[in-house]
């Protein structure tokens, strides 16, 4: 299973981006896919999960609101809208595949992809 994270950059507070995580190598019907970040100095935190076919999501407090996940199965492809960003969400956003269940714990995710940059100038 392989999945890539894109649509990182550089923006100012209030903007917007828009995530995406393609992944292959694998059959995704009920898997969960996740968004997690890591910022310098702090631990990876879980941002957001959906699951593969039943469209359920789970959002962390400090981004309801703001992002949206969304998914495309015909490509296989998770996106996360960010609206509104703030300098505090400046960090690495990773995307992760596990089993069925969104669960927020990173240590129960299976695949990881390699991670896209959001920086947020104020």
């Known amino acids: 299973v392989q999945l890539q994270a894109s649509g990182g950059g550089l923006v100012q507070a209030g903007d917007s981006l828009r995530l995406s995580c393609a992944a292959s190598?694998?059959?995704?019907?009920?898997?969960?896919m996740g968004w997690f970040r890591q910022a310098p100095g702090k631990e990876r935190e879980f941002v957001a999960g959906?699951?593969?076919?039943?469209?359920?999501?789970n959002y962390a407090d400090f981004v309801k609101g703001r992002f949206r996940i969304s998914r495309n199965n015909a490509k296989n492809t998770v996106y996360l809208q960010m609206n509104s960003l703030k300098p505090e969400d400046t960090a690495v956003y990773y995307c992760?595949?596990?089993?069925?269940?969104?669960?927020?714990?990173?240590?129960?995710?299976?695949?990881w992809g390699q991670g896209t940059l959001v920086t947020v100038s104020s």
């Open positions: 992760a595949v596990r089993w069925k269940v969104v669960d927020r714990s990173p240590n129960k995710y299976d695949y």
């Open positions: 959906i699951t593969w076919s039943g469209g359920f999501t």
């Open positions: 190598g694998g059959r995704f019907s009920n898997y969960v």
